[in-house]
């Protein structure tokens, strides 16, 4: 569901669309094992030293709690929660919490390794975490969700803080989820803590600009890669997968810099349209129907798997993992992918893109605005005052402009692509950190 404002989420429906969604899968590729391959790449390239590069594979800390909830029948059930820092050499922990059926402590593990590098390509001082709570929301009334969050929360005392580890919002958990973490834990502390979570709702000390902030980064990110290439973004034509909050907003602001957007999709399907798509008109179709663009009028109805080879500049995939892949890799006529989402490309396409020559602007880079912003978010609430939208996104811009300068010289460096470069310059950040620290005990 696309949203453009910073109204409070319909926490009535702890995002349901995810459930509506049959699972998108397409190759038997694996993002977190993808993104190990990605790794070891980096670290031989770096000749890591065996120690650090065991090190940096290796979560830091990884804790798993028992939450009790009473249901509303009278009769208790227990869920799982967990929560994984991978890293704090560089600064407290960031990272998101999920709430899904699925989740495991080897997923929450390998999302928080990621959280580390993203952290470290955009020059953040945080280290990377990830949480989740073993349920399904869909079977779950908001009561029982709140109960589970606080009883979670209480169980990670030692474990968030401001200086610590800071959460932020993720698969089904939402700024409503935040604020619930924010109260039980201020409420413990017996002080307002604002900075123990992002995300929050701009009341209670979130940001100005953070709802928008991955879509800007994708389009920084986007105009950036075209710069590269020669593209002159009022020439260039672009397809967008996946229409929520990235794919939407990154398509709102790459057609607002004069590019045309020629495709669309999300989960009902595909929409295809050579004269340029009304992004607004499919925004505001995709937030007054349930089933977002389904049954959009604005564009010829093609299928997911054809946006994705749509003759095109530029493809932005802001959907889910896994959906650029060695089966269709070779089938991409666009000469730049920014990845919006994360973990879109499997490490199996890589070559197939590399050997067309196609630039792919790399998840860990293109959809690191979202926790710049969420760093802005908790700079503002330790200093107790908060900027301006201007503000907001001046430095988002400054931030994201710089990582992709930083990773384009890496990567002529090594002459490997923007992918491989993105990690080197991240391990290479947090081992030189671990170097100069030391080894304590
Ligand atoms: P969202 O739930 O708001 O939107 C996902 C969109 O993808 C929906 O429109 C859905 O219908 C569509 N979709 C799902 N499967 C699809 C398919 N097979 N084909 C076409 N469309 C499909 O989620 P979001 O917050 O926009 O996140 C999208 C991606 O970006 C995820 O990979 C997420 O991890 C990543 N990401 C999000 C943020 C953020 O700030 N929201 C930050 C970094 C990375």
């Known amino acids: 569901?696309?949203?453009?404002?910073?109204?409070?989420?319909?926490?009535?429906?702890?995002?349901?669309?995810?459930?509506?969604?049959?699972?998108?899968?397409?190759?038997?590729?694996?993002?977190?094992?993808?993104?190990?391959?990605?790794?070891?790449?980096?670290?031989?390239?770096?000749?890591?030293?065996?120690?650090?590069?065991?090190?940096?594979?290796?979560?830091?800390?990884?804790?798993?709690?028992?939450?009790?909830?009473?249901?509303?029948?009278?009769?208790?059930?227990v869920f799982e929660g967990y929560r994984v820092i991978h890293n704090d050499i560089l600064g407290p922990?960031?990272?998101?919490?999920?709430?899904?059926?699925?989740?495991?402590?080897?997923?929450?593990?390998?999302?928080?390794?990621?959280?580390?590098?993203?952290?470290?390509?955009?020059?953040?001082?945080?280290?990377?975490?990830?949480?989740?709570?073993?349920?399904?929301?869909?079977?779950?009334?908001?009561?029982q969700i709140e109960k589970i969050t606080r009883r979670y929360t209480a169980n990670m005392l030692d474990v968030f803080g401001p200086d610590r580890d800071i959460p932020a919002p993720d698969v089904n958990t939402n700024e409503q989820t935040m604020a619930w973490i924010l109260d039980t834990y201020s409420m413990h502390m017996r002080r307002t803590e604002p900075g123990v979570v992002t995300g929050k709702p701009l009341v209670l000390g979130g940001s100005k600009g953070r709802r928008e902030a991955t879509g800007r980064g994708v389009m920084h990110s986007a105009l950036r890669g075209m710069d590269k290439l020669g593209i002159k973004p009022n020439h260039a034509t672009v397809a967008v997968e996946g229409f929520g909050n990235v794919g939407s907003i990154s398509a709102q602001l790459i057609a607002a810099e004069g590019a045309k957007i020629i495709g669309i999709s999300d989960i009902s399907g595909a929409y295809h349209n050579d004269a340029g798509i009304d992004v607004d008109d499919a925004i505001h179709y995709s937030e007054t129907h349930e089933f977002l663009l389904d049954g959009w009028k604005g564009g010829e109805k093609i299928t997911n798997e054809q946006l994705l080879t749509l003759p095109c500049d530029v493809l932005v995939p802001a959907a889910r993992e896994d959906r650029i892949t060695k089966r269709n890799a070779h089938n991409i006529h666009a000469k730049l992918i920014v990845e919006g989402a994360n973990g879109p490309t499997t490490a199996g396409a890589d070559p197939i893109l590399e050997s067309k020559g196609v630039l792919v602007v790399p998840d860990i880079l293109a959809n690191a605005g979202g926790v710049t912003v969420s760093y802005f978010e908790w700079v503002q609430n330790r200093m107790g005052y908060g900027w301006t939208l201007e503000v907001v996104n001046e430095r988002l811009e400054e931030a994201m402009n710089s990582a992709f300068d930083r990773v384009h010289e890496t990567s002529l460096k090594h002459k490997v692509p923007l992918r491989l470069a993105s990690y080197i310059l991240a391990i290479d950040k947090v081992a030189r950190t671990l170097r100069l620290r030391g080894i304590y005990g």
């Open 93 to 143: 922990s960031k990272g998101g919490i999920r709430y899904a059926p699925d989740v495991n402590l080897d997923e929450v593990k390998a999302l928080a390794a990621w959280m580390t590098w993203k952290c470290a390509v955009v020059d953040i001082p945080f280290g990377g975490a990830k949480g989740g709570v073993r349920c399904d929301p869909r079977k779950l009334t908001m009561q």
């Open 1 to 77: 569901m696309a949203t453009t404002t910073n109204d409070l989420p319909k926490t009535a429906t702890i995002a349901p669309s995810i459930y509506k969604e049959p699972a998108p899968i397409v190759d038997k590729d694996n993002p977190l094992e993808s993104m190990m391959q990605r790794f070891d790449r980096a670290a031989e390239i770096l000749h890591l030293e065996p120690g650090i590069y065991n090190y940096l594979k290796t979560p830091v800390k990884s804790v798993i709690v028992s939450i009790p909830i009473q249901m509303d029948d009278g009769s208790m059930q």
